[in-house]
């Protein structure tokens, strides 16, 4: 059994506190609705008093024991002068989170181990927030995103985390909180998002070499079209690394005075080959390698043009090229079971 669930499954009896708070942190947060849009109010959001604000409260009494034992009047002014500031602090670190909404925009895919951005929206339509700070609740506080709100308006920030496997992932719970204006105390929210996001098969790197493309039966009687001057028919956009006597100068000369660019000939070529970038092409690797060598295959034959397919066991995926194919090929990739 590997090391790290040889200690998941003795961590209670290594470390029962922190296995207790674990347990009671996750019993709580499924009591909270998952949702893309939070609205701060009293009832979500908590306040405790931060380090400093607790040396302020032992400062606060302090100074309270000495002006009564001494009978000092400027003690009685000071201590609760400090004591009245301390709590106005309390209600504006408060308030600056209180009617704050914050909406989540759908995450875009991402590859194992590639950090997912999450970008949120924070807006307010009272007075303006400061020093509002967000991060993902297993995340450490040097990775909280600071950000202010002006009044009335709206403001972006980005969470990120690094999800570490293929698949279909929830969001990780966020936390936003504050301490704005003093430090004496923290506010603080937890918001679970509902959105999902898709996360990719890590690719391979370097990656290995294409398996070898096949002339496909179907397309070798028609992609060849001669044309009665011999020449083959059909001209594409001109393509980085394209060789010179490729380009078709006349055609080029017009699209040029037109604004236009230059155009190559297309000989079908690639056209009359497919490749296939099989499960079967990656055999001796464990699975989940095999899906990172075809996820790096995948970028690959389109960074080049290639038509491709894809076959995985119980899925087929016909050559083509382009965007949508290329996240369709990587969308098999990461929901195949």
């Not at 759908?106 to 509002?132: C, E, H, N, Q, W």
């Not at 990656?282 to 389109?302: I, K, N, T, Y």
């Amino acid at each position: 059994m590997p090391a790290a669930a040889l200690r998941a499954r003795f961590q209670p009896l290594l470390h029962p506190v922190v296995a207790t708070r674990q347990r009671f942190r996750a019993w709580w947060q499924q009591r909270l609705p998952r949702t893309d849009t939070q609205v701060l109010t009293q009832r979500n959001i908590y306040i405790l008093p931060s380090r400093a604000g607790l040396m302020f409260g032992a400062t606060v009494i302090v100074l309270l024991l000495a002006s009564i034992n001494y009978q000092l009047n400027l003690g009685y002014v000071l201590t609760f002068l400090l004591a009245g500031s301390g709590l106005v602090s309390m209600h504006l670190t408060h308030n600056t989170l209180r009617g704050l909404t914050l909406q989540l925009r759908p995450p875009k895919p991402s590859f194992a181990g590639s950090p997912v951005v999450m970008d949120v929206t924070l807006g307010s339509t009272g007075p303006a927030r400061y020093g509002i700070g967000l991060r993902t609740e297993s995340g450490s506080a040097d990775s909280l995103t600071w950000i202010n709100v002006e009044a009335g308006g709206q403001a972006h920030a980005q969470v990120s985390f690094v999800p570490l496997r293929r698949g279909l992932h929830a969001m990780p719970v966020l936390t936003v909180e504050t301490r704005f204006p003093l430090g004496l105390f923290r506010a603080w929210s937890v918001w679970r998002p509902a959105a999902t996001v898709l996360v990719y098969p890590q690719p391979e790197h370097p990656p290995a070499p294409l398996p070898p493309s096949h002339t496909s039966p179907s397309d070798t009687a028609t992609a060849r079209r001669v044309s009665d001057g011999g020449e083959v028919e059909g001209i594409r956009n001109y393509r980085r690394g394209d060789p010179l006597k490729l380009v078709v100068w006349k055609k080029a000369a017009r699209y040029l005075e037109t604004g236009g660019d230059l155009v190559s000939r297309d000989t079908s070529t690639a056209a009359r080959h497919e490749l296939w970038l099989d499960w079967q092409h990656c055999a001796g690797l464990p699975p989940e390698e095999r899906l990172s060598r075809l996820a790096a295959w995948v970028q690959v034959a389109e960074r080049g043009h290639a038509r491709h397919g894809l076959r995985l066991p119980g899925l087929e995926i016909p050559p083509a090229h382009g965007e949508d194919h290329q996240r369709r090929c990587l969308e098999g990739l990461a929901l195949w079971q």
